[in-house]
């Protein structure tokens, strides 16, 4: 099955960056599209992006589009969100999320990490 | 960005039938397939249904779901204490190349 370890959250002020790192284990990271997910305290689940198993599609929520930008490093089994510009809404658990397979269009998410805290405040 | 729109709360008392439903669209429930989660407080998501109205193994059989058009629904019976918890529907969106959660369900078990 695996594992996914989210890394990076922090207390950062508005308009600095963050960079989000998730590594993933027991299985063929290479293989899979990888999803960032979010959760706003006692807010509900939003899509943030994906990028797909050899990183040439990419796909960003409109709420983030401009300022985020997911990679990966396949040789080192781990998906990256770099975000820049943050502003207070982007307060968040961040979660990194392995899809089904290598197509990114199912919404199947077949494995979670435990997710990664960010709060953006002055 | 739109959400699938699903009941804010759902509730029940033991071993009754509960149904929480999801609404979309052509672009997405329309278009691709469903599937639905439950979070329990302070953990991470787990899929409970998948492709319109499959179980992952090591979910209850008390668990079902469909899809028919733009709309999709779960349904849980025998309803159990270990049930309660949060419950979201998600699907990819073509129109807008993103996938869309519900706004999630509360289900309460009286």
């Known amino acids: 099955q695996g594992q996914l370890v989210e890394s990076g959250g922090g207390v950062v002020q508005p308009g600095k960056s963050l960079r989000l790192s998730c590594a993933g284990s027991?299985?063929?990271?290479?293989?899979?599209?990888m999803h960032w997910v979010r959760q706003a305290p006692g807010q509900g689940l939003e899509w943030v992006a994906v990028?797909?198993?050899?990183?040439?599609?990419?796909f960003y929520a409109d709420s983030v589009k401009g300022r985020f930008t997911v990679s990966r490093d396949n040789s080192k089994n781990t998906v990256y969100l770099q975000m820049k510009s943050l502003r207070t809404e982007d307060t968040a658990l961040y979660f990194c999320?392995?899809?089904?397979?290598?197509?990114?269009?199912?919404?199947?998410?077949?494995?979670w990490g435990q997710g990664t805290l960010v709060t953006v405040s002055s | 960005q739109s959400v699938l729109t699903q009941p804010p709360s759902a509730s029940g008392t033991p071993g009754q039938r509960v149904t929480i439903s999801c609404s979309g669209s052509?672009?997405?429930?329309?278009?691709?397939?469903v599937n639905w989660y439950q979070q329990l407080p302070g953990t991470a998501p787990k899929v409970f249904i998948y492709?319109?109205?499959q179980r992952p193994s090591g979910v209850p059989d008390r668990f079902s779901a469909s899809k028919s058009g733009t709309s999709a629904s779960l349904a849980i019976s025998g309803l159990q204490s270990e049930d309660e918890g949060d419950y979201y529907c998600?699907?990819?969106?073509?129109?807008?190349?993103?996938?869309?959660f519900g706004g999630g369900t509360e289900l309460t078990v009286l």
């Open positions: 027991g299985f063929t990271f290479s293989s899979y599209a």
């Open positions: 052509n672009s997405n429930i329309g278009s691709n397939t």
């Open positions: 492709s319109n109205n």
């Open positions: 998600a699907a990819w969106d073509d129109s807008l190349n993103v996938v869309l």
């Open positions: 990028m797909s198993d050899d990183g040439t599609d990419k």
């Open positions: 999320a392995k899809d089904r397979d290598s197509s990114y269009r199912s919404g199947w998410f077949t494995l």
